[in-house]
């Protein structure tokens, strides 16, 4: 049964986010990634202890926002997407030819979850396969929840925003992560040092959402944009990156 107390002092624990925000157009985000249906799900994830408590926001995107939150396991990040506003533009090519989300059309609501089930999906079978991504926790509705990838409680920064000091070494390691990827039988689909943090001279492997199976019309097309901003990024750092001999060592040959 639906504890409205809880419920309360949920939306008590939201408003408390809102207070800290520095303007009224911050406000106006969180009205938006707060709504009924989002704290329902969230009442569900902590009463199934896959959280304790949502701490702040620490990012801030146009289909959603990513959050620091505590849990038994350690510090996790939660990811909310926008069921009401999130601008998710020409995301359909990456869900049709997916035959795991078979008859997602015409509902921005039932897109939205998809893309949230899906990210879900895709980490797990990247984790299991060894790519170093964040641990996935769960995922209910819009929201999905996954190790919180940090330097000493901040968010560990993107690769592009890093003095590599290593950037052969790293190269190969964002290769290796490439290869494993396509052992789990996907393609990242958007791959570059926009999608990349770092963590101990180790590149992490984020936003997954995009990610095909191999099967997946468009996955050949995607895989060679993946090498291309690859290589095209290590380049400018010095490294002697080609095209050919990468997508070799990828896919064994």
Known sequence: MFD?????????RIDSFR??????DDRKVMDEVFDQETLMALYKMFNDKVMNTLEYAVSTGKEGNVFMATSDEGDCAVKIYRISTATFKNISKYIVGDPRFKGVYGSHRKTVLAWAQKEFK????MYDGGVNVPK???CYKNILVMDYISIEGLPAPLLKEVKVSAPTKVYRKVVDNMRLIEE??????????????MRDGEP????VGQ???LDHPLAEEWFMRDVTNITRYFS??????DGEKLIKKVRGG
């Open 4 to 12: 409205k107390r809880k419920m309360r002092l949920l939306e008590s």
């Open 19 to 24: 207070i800290r925000e520095k303007d009224a």
């Open 122 to 125: 895709n980490l797990n079978r």
């Open 136 to 138: 996935p926790r769960g």
């Open 184 to 197: 789990s039988g996907l393609v990242h689909g958007d791959l570059s040092e926009y999608n990349i943090m």
């Open 204 to 207: 992490v492997i984020i936003d």
């Open 211 to 213: 990610s095909v199976t």
């Open 236 to 241: 400018k750092l010095g490294v002697r990156t």
